[in-house]
């Protein structure tokens, strides 16, 4: 069983910076994607970016590319998102999320990944 543990949400001014963490927690596996998806209310949940735990690729939504940084902590199994120049369209729910395996087609698919943490808030304010 895995579990996914968020935390780091909260509000800033637009142009201010966040950084969101994510624990997974009961396998341990490296042979994995983990990656941030966001849902802004009545929109679709959408893929942010993901990384190979063990291997460190990485891929970006376009809309935050240049701005957010998706790493990770082998050591830690933990997946951070470091959100710089946030914009109110950055507002959303922020979900990190597992996947069973690494071998993925869409890796900010939603349907890709198995394990999905609670969810934090993130407010960008113009």
């Known amino acids: 069983h895995v579990k996914l543990v968020e935390s780091g949400g909260g509000s800033v001014q637009a142009g201010g910076s966040l950084r969101l963490s994510c624990v997974v927690v009961g396998d341990t596996s490296t042979n994995r994607y983990l990656a941030w998806f966001r849902q802004a209310p009545g929109k679709e949940r959408e893929g942010v970016a993901s990384?190979?735990?063990?291997?460190?690729?990485?891929d970006y939504t376009d809309s935050v590319k240049g701005r957010f940084t998706i790493s990770r902590d082998i050591r830690e199994y933990t997946v951070y998102l470091q959100m710089d120049s946030l914009k109110p369209e950055d507002t959303a729910m922020y979900y990190c999320?597992?996947?069973?395996?690494?071998?993925?087609?869409?890796?900010?698919?939603?349907?890709?990944?198995?394990?999905w943490g609670q969810g934090t808030q993130v407010t960008a304010t113009s």
């Open positions: 999320a597992a996947s069973r395996d690494e071998w993925l087609r869409n890796r900010l698919d939603q349907y890709e990944y198995a394990y």
């Open positions: 990384v190979h735990l063990a291997g460190g690729v990485t």
